[in-house]
């Protein structure tokens, strides 16, 4: 009875919100008791300033002013003499995310399984009867639920233990009498049992597909290690070689710069010894015309003529009456040879460049590209501003608007001469390569024009096929008039039918060989697609009808 007697004090001494022995106990004006701390962190979160008793729910106004229960605080003390420092756990009391024991009449403790059978949850004392009679043997316990009610039937209020497989819903035994009469319905054990097995068949492929993902996500973190070594090697190696360019440069420079100072240093000296001599001329002739000037001012004739002869005679002059002076440039020709000179290392740089990047570009790993674009605005997203290279506009294009428009024009323009200028063909190329996936428009205005793409060493003289734009194996070409319009690649044509529009959309995706022209006006039309390899960067390309006046600009998209 003594054991009993502690067991009783000690549950009657547990604080209901942390479950433990009262610490610093407080009672409150109700008569329940709490620690003081976590009676006080109970108020504290509350929104208004009513504050309840979190048992019995009695609220207080104004809020209670604590003070320490000194008799609860020496009971406490002797209890933990004993040893036993918290309530059993069959008395641990059910907090507000707990399941509750639906037996217990006053304080509501923490339930231990709920019966599927009865609908109900039992903490550890009111359990025991399903542990030791045969009643309850066919009773099934599972772990603490608060969604028991959601097994009965709102109809009958009978506890559904059957499925109906027509309407794919749990239902109770009376169910297949009226709601559900007819329907294909098994017990809801038999459901289970199929629906388990197609949950273990799903688990598998689930796991199997984990085990696939995951050797995938190894093999990517592979290629990701594999990737950033061979970046880092290849950055290592090229600031290597662009270093040793640099340098190559900067040793040229200096050769230069020495030649020059040492030129000009030879010449400069040239020029001040002449400058000498002529100076030590002037003053001897200095000398011999003052003493002519004395001499013609002697009275005596006599010694006038015996000195005449030894002063009149001049000596030879070393150096010419005059000094023709060249209208030299000097160094003039110099800057011009370096000039070219950075002029043909832009080129190339420009071209390699391209290079370059098409094959950096082409690393791929093992991911797909995007969806091709399908709405105006998604090829927005690729677009590109290009600008016409007026090295290669034919003499007869007038290229204007910041290098985007090229207009026919009935007398030749005053272009220098330039190997890359198309020298009889009314053609033009973009200043800029195209790589990747790339996107803009062209808008004209006229008898039509030829939209072009095209490789840079396409040929530039003569007015043969291997010239112009679609008649041979390096350019293709949309043909665009009033009237149809027309593909041309390697001198084969292919006709094409679409809405008329003095605006065409061009889509390159130079990886995927990708090639497409639209038609532009409210809506996008597809007029030709081509599907072929790209071998080369690629250049837009504009060629003109002999009408003149007619242009063509590539529109600045937005």
Known sequence: MATKRVHLDQTRFCCSICLDLLKDPVTIPCGHSYCMNCIKGYWDVEETR?????????????????????????LVEELKKTGLQAAPADHCYAGPEDVACDFC??????????????????????????????????????????????????????????????????????????EHKGHHTVSAAAERTERQRELEVSRLNIQQRIQDREKDVKLLQQEVEAINQSAHKTVEHSEKIFTELIRVIQKRSSDVKQQIRSQQETEVSRVKELQEKLE?????????DAELKQLSHTEDHIQFLHNYPSLSALSESTHSSSINI??????????????????????????????????????????????????????????????????????????SEGNRKVTLMNQQQSYSDHPDRFAVRFQVLSRESLTG????????????????????????????????????????????????????????????SGPRSSRVGVYLDHRA??????????????????QTTFTQPLYAGLRLYYNFGDSAELIKLK
């Open 50 to 74: 009513i504050y309840s008793c979190p048992q019995c729910r009695q609220t207080f106004t104004p809020r209670p002013v604590l003070v320490k229960s000194l008799m609860f605080a020496e």
């Open 105 to 178: 009449t006053e304080m509501k403790v923490k339930a231990v399984k709920s019966c599927m059978f009865c609908l109900v949850s039992y903490c550890e004392k009111h359990l025991q009867p399903h542990y030791k009679s045969s009643a309850f043997k066919m009773h099934k316990l599972v772990e603490p639920s608060k969604k028991l009610q959601e097994n009965i039937c709102s109809r009958h209020d009978e506890v559904m233990k059957m499925f109906c497989r027509t309407d794919q819903q749990s239902i109770c035994y009376l169910c297949p009498v009226d």
């Open 280 to 288: 030590q001329e002037i003053t001897e002739l200095k000398r011999k």
């Open 326 to 399: 060249r209208p030299l440039r000097y160094f003039e020709d110099v800057t011009a040879a370096v000039s070219e000179l950075r002029e043909k290392l832009q080129d190339i740089l420009r071209e390699e460049r391209t290079n370059i990047s098409l094959t950096v570009t082409e690393v791929d790993v093992l991911l797909s590209d995007p969806p091709e674009p399908k709405t105006r605005a998604e090829f927005l997203k690729y677009s590109q501003e290009i600008t016409l290279d007026p090295n290669t506009a034919n003499t007869c294009l007038l290229v």
């Open 437 to 496: 996936r790339c996107y803009w428009e062209v808008e004209w205005r006229g008898g039509g024009v030829f939209v072009a793409v095209a490789y840079k060493n396409i040929s530039r003289a003569g007015d043969g096929n291997e010239c112009c734009f679609g008649h041979n194996d390096k350019s293709w070409y949309l043909d665009c008039n009033n009237n149809s319009f027309t593909f041309w690649y390697n001198n084969i044509q292919t006709p094409v």
């Open 513 to 530: 060989g990708i090639l497409s022209f639209y038609s532009v006006s409210e809506t996008m039309t597809l007029l030709h697609r081509v």
